[in-house]
């Protein structure tokens, strides 16, 4: 199975986690990542913290948990490549999720930050288990 296809067949919880240059990490609840191929992903950023850290330091981690019982989910290895301020795309891309946020967020700077996906790892175990 791809991995846009798991993300788009899963619900769940997710938290991407960031650095800053001198290594202070964060971590913040997302929503799933818009996919714009197989190896690149998409997340809606407000001008907070997790985007402030991206600025100095590239490198971030999504972890993604499946709803259940199990520990199960992926663990995304991520480096920024890109990204877009306030775009019309940003609108798109939460009109296909039917996603609305409230009325403070609408005010603030958004930025769609795109990353390459250097690993993918279960969320629990290594690369070498399956």
């Known amino acids: 199975?791809?991995?846009?296809?798991?993300?788009?067949?899963?619900?769940?919880?997710?938290?991407?986690?960031?650095?800053d240059s001198s290594g202070r990490i964060d971590s913040a609840v997302y929503a799933r990542p818009h996919f714009i191929d197989e190896e690149t992903i998409a997340f809606i950023m407000a001008e907070r913290l997790t985007h402030e850290n991206?600025?100095?330091?590239?490198?971030?981690?999504?972890v993604f948990m499946e709803d259940g019982e199990r520990y199960v989910g992926k663990r995304l290895y991520l480096k920024k490549t890109r990204e877009e301020a306030n775009s019309d795309l940003i609108e798109d891309l939460r009109r296909q999720r039917h996603y609305i946020a409230h009325g403070e967020y609408y005010k603030e700077n958004k930025y769609l930050v795109y990353f390459h996906i250097d690993k993918v790892l279960?969320?629990?175990?290594?690369?070498?288990?399956a």
């Open 1 to 19: 199975m791809k991995l846009s296809e798991y993300f788009e067949n899963r619900k769940g919880k997710g938290v991407l986690s960031t650095a």
């Open 54 to 62: 991206l600025q100095s330091n590239p490198s971030a981690c999504y």
């Open 122 to 129: 279960p969320l629990i175990g290594s690369e070498k288990q």
